[in-house]
T-cell receptor, first 115, second 112 residues
Framework: NAGVTQTPKFRVLKTGQSMTLLCAQDMNHEYMYWYRQDPGMGLRLIHYSVGEGTTAKGEVPDGYNVSRLKKQNFLLGLESAAPSQTSVYFC??????????????FGPGTRLTVL | GESVGLHLPTLSVQEGDNSIINCAYSNSASDYFIWYKQESGKGPQFIIDIRSNMDKRQGQRVTVLLNKTVKHLSLQIAATQPGDSAVYFCAENLDYGQNFVFGPGTRLSVLP
């Protein structure tokens, strides 16, 4: 049982390049989330999904797209990377949404640098 | 794995002492709160949670106190150990929805 995994762990992009971050969970969770974490700031929600085939915008969705084609995978895409997207990205999953018994389990993170 | 921000408030405590980490939350209507621990190079890890209808909840070596009057949350760690060294942050949630608001965190450093 690997929990939540993320690939890649590190990536350096040039401005304008595109890439996809992959999140996978093996806990059969319905809900999945993408966050970014910047120095001195709390985690900010980019997009989330309440089930296979559904996605929704979070607090900071601009410049990102997501897809949830399979229940266990949640992909985060950057179509045209910008230096402002330099950050550490965390994926999380939960059995349900924010109830007392359904906490979010986080992956190890991906450090993305956009030059 | 990845590291968190470098410019965080830091709390230094002696091994064996008790630690108290504080968090001010923003929304008086928030009704569910979580404390997370984030070790260097790892993702956040759930520690303990509390609902707004409670003012105290205890776990193993940890206690969370909630003061809704002043919108303040605290995490107490008893007999702090070197393995407790990490960044701790709180998260608040409204109506048990998907959107949590996370605080920036406090770095706990345990001195030998």
């Amino acid at each position: 049982n690997a929990g939540v995994t993320q690939t890649p762990k590190f990536r350096v992009l040039k401005t304008g390049q595109s890439m996809t971050l992959l999140c996978a969970q093996d806990m059969n969770h319905e809900y999945m989330y993408w966050y970014r974490q910047d120095p001195g700031m709390g985690l900010r929600l980019i997009h989330y999904s309440v089930g296979e085939g559904t996605t929704a915008k979070g607090e900071v969705p601009d410049g990102y797209n997501v897809s949830r084609l399979k229940k266990q995978n949640f992909l985060l895409g950057l179509e045209s990377a910008a230096p402002s997207q330099t950050s550490v990205y965390f994926c999380a999953s939960s059995l349900a949404a924010g109830t007392a018994a359904d906490t979010q389990y986080f992956g190890p993170g991906t450090r993305l640098t956009v030059l | 794995g990845e590291s968190v921000g470098l410019h965080l408030p830091t709390l230094s405590v002696q091994e064996g002492d008790n630690s108290i980490i504080n968090c001010a939350y923003s929304n008086s209507a928030s009704d569910y709160f979580i404390w997370y621990k984030q070790e260097s190079g790892k993702g956040p890890q759930f520690i303990i949670d509390i609902r707004s209808n409670m003012d105290k909840r205890q776990g193993q070596r940890v206690t969370v106190l909630l003061n809704k009057t002043v919108k303040h949350l605290s995490l107490q760690i008893a007999a702090t150990q070197p393995g407790d060294s990490a960044v701790y942050f709180c998260a608040e949630n409204l109506d048990y929805g998907q959107n949590f608001v996370f605080g920036p965190g406090t770095r706990l450093s345990v001195l030998p």
